[in-house]
Every structure is written in C-alpha cells, then in structure tokens.
C-alpha cells in the first residue's frame, strides 16, 4: 500500500517531524506508537495554549462535568484534568453528586455556555441511566463542543466542513497521517456503527477520500468486509471480533476496542498476534488509538479558544 509524507489534505492536528516507522526485520507490521504520536500532539497543543494566553491575557479553558462517582469515569476524568494542566489549558471541574437532575445538569450546561472563560465543555458519559445523554449534549453549545459530538459538529464534518471533530476519530485519522498512510483511494472498513466512534470514523475517512463500508450487527458477512480492506477500524467493545486471518496482507488496522479479559489484561477487538503477522500497520491496545483520543481533545480545546477568539486554529 502507498504511504505518502505527513500534510496530505486531511486537516489533522498540526505536528512536527515524522514518527519513526520502520518495518521490523521479521517483515510484521509496523507497530503505531500512539503514545508518541499523543506526545506530539499535546506538544503542540503546550505551544498554542501559551501563545493563546500571552495574545488573550487567559488560557484556553475547559469544563469537565461528571455525574456520580463511577470509578472509571472518575478516572478518565482526572486524567483529563491533569492533561489540561499539563498543556497549559485552565480545568474548571465540575463534580456534581449521583442524584442530580436532568434539568440541574442542563442548568449547569447553560451556565457554562455563558461563561466567558470557558472554551469547552465535556460531559462525561455515560450518564446516570434516567437522563438522556442526547438532551444534555444538544444543549452544548456547538462552538464550546469539544467532544465533537454536536449533532452541529457532526454535520458540519458530513458535509466536509469538519469545525469541531470527534475526539476518537480524529485520533484515528491524525495516527494515520503521522504514518504517512495516504488514505486517499483505499478500500476502508470500519467495523462498529456507533455516534461517539464508528459513524464519525466513517465521516473522517471519507474526508480524507477513502472508500468506505461501515458494518454493524445487521452486517451479512464481516469476513469478507474486513477481508477486501486496505484499511480495517475496529470500535465494537469485543474481544476476537476480528480474527488475524481476516487481515488482507499490508492492511491498515486501526483498533478502537478496549477490552478487559478474565485476567484483567486490556485487549482489542482484532486478535492482535496474529493481525500483526499480516497488517502493514497496526495500533496495539493499549498504546495504539487510546493515548489519541485525550491528546484531540486537548487539541479541540485550543481550537475552540481560537475559533472563538475570531481566529482559524
Ligand atoms: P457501542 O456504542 O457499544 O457500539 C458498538 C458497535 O459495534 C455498534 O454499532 C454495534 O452494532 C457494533 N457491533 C457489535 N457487535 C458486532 C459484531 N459482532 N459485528 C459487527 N458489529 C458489531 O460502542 P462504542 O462506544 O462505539 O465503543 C466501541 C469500543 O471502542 C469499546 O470497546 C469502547 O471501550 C472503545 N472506545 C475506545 C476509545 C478510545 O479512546 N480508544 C474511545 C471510545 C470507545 P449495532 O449498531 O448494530 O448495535
């Protein structure tokens, strides 16, 4: 498959020098470091920040809204917030207790879209089951939607006018470009339909002018979807969906899925040994898309601050 330099159309977060990819001596796939793809994205997302402040006399803000203590939750949350510091990026939290109301949340969401130090808001889901997460992110002001979820945003990125764009996707497409896969052309699948990952991964690579299948459960044959794909983006939430055999040689595969096994280890969708065998390239789990989706986020924010600020980021 042709790999072509970084810059090729797709809009991704600006970074600097190529990423290393050589193939190793075994002729496997080259294995996409998405910790250090992250690290230069968050590297510039620092630099922007800090010229954002010193132009506008504040950093770029964000609000991050969690409902009830749920323990994963509670840790992607923190993590968020510590990034934020870490980027030069003001964390404005919002811990609300588990017995909120839908209309306490939309009250907060409200406020938040009026406050001037506030760039961006990210409500953490999933939400307490009696509130319907489509209210509280319709409420989100699309210029402060830095989740990229916004039906707005949404639009705006099916209509090749991406302003806002899904944190997770985004990723996606930012770990390509680092590797120089020119997905203008290719023959993509993406396995998983859902609004926060598989539809708007479907919008991004068409953006970026790829072929594009999308499979769900209604799908007839996922064998022999995955099979003619130049590039495979699995976002199911199960393990051993995707056998390595299914892998067409040289592939593209970009695992999404992060799933913990009986013994407690983190694995994908794909079976990695055996994709890697095959794959050109391939995002293990973790380390692969994972690391992007906090690093688009961080970037989303800076953008909003200067979109907001009247400037292109
Ligand atoms: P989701 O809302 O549960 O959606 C799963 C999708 O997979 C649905 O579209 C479903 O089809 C489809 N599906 C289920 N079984 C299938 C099968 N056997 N064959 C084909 N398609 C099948 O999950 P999600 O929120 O998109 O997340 C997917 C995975 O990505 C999860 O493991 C999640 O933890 C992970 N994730 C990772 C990141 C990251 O930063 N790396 C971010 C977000 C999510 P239907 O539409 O027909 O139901």
């Excluded at 939607?145 to 302003?163: E, M, S, W």
């Amino acid at each position: 498959m042709k790999a072509t330099s970084a810059g090729d159309g797709t809009g991704a977060a600006a970074t600097t020098a190529a990423v290393p990819t050589a193939r190793p001596a075994d002729g496997g796939a080259i294995v996409i470091d998405g910790k250090a793809v992250a690290a230069k994205v968050r590297q510039s997302v620092s630099v922007l920040a800090h010229e954002f402040e010193g132009r506008f006399g504040r950093p770029p803000g964000l609000a991050v809204v969690q409902v009830g203590d749920d323990p994963a939750s509670s840790i992607y949350v923190r993590n968020k917030r510590k990034s934020c510091q870490e980027s030069g990026i003001a964390s404005f939290a919002h811990d609300l207790p588990a017995g909120t109301t839908e209309a306490q949340l939309l009250a907060l969401v409200h406020a938040l879209n009026l406050d001037q130090r506030v760039d961006g808001i990210l409500v953490q889901l999933p939400l307490p089951g009696r509130m319907d997460p489509n209210r509280v992110i319709d409420a989100i002001d699309p210029a402060k939607d830095v989740d990229g979820l916004h039906p707005v945003n949404v639009g705006l990125l099916a209509q090749k006018r991406p302003r806002l764009r899904p944190c997770t996707p985004y990723g996606v497409i930012t770990l390509a470009t680092e590797y120089g896969i020119a997905l203008r052309g290719l023959r993509a699948t993406v396995v998983g339909a859902s609004n926060i990952v598989g539809r708007p991964m479907a919008l991004e690579l068409m953006l970026a002018g790829a072929t594009v299948t999308v499979c769900h459960t209604g799908t007839r044959d996922l064998k022999s979807e995955v099979e003619r794909a130049e590039v495979v983006v699995a976002a199911v939430g199960k393990p051993g969906t995707i056998p390595g055999e299914w892998i067409r040689p040289g592939a593209a595969v970009f695992d999404v899925g992060i799933n913990r096994t009986a013994t407690g280890k983190l694995v994908g969708d794909v079976e990695y040994e055996s994709a890697a065998q095959r794959a050109g390239w391939i995002t293990p789990v973790p380390g692969g898309v994972g690391p992007m989706t906090i690093a688009m986020l961080l970037s989303n924010v800076v953008a909003a601050a200067l979109l907001r600020a009247g400037n292109q980021a």
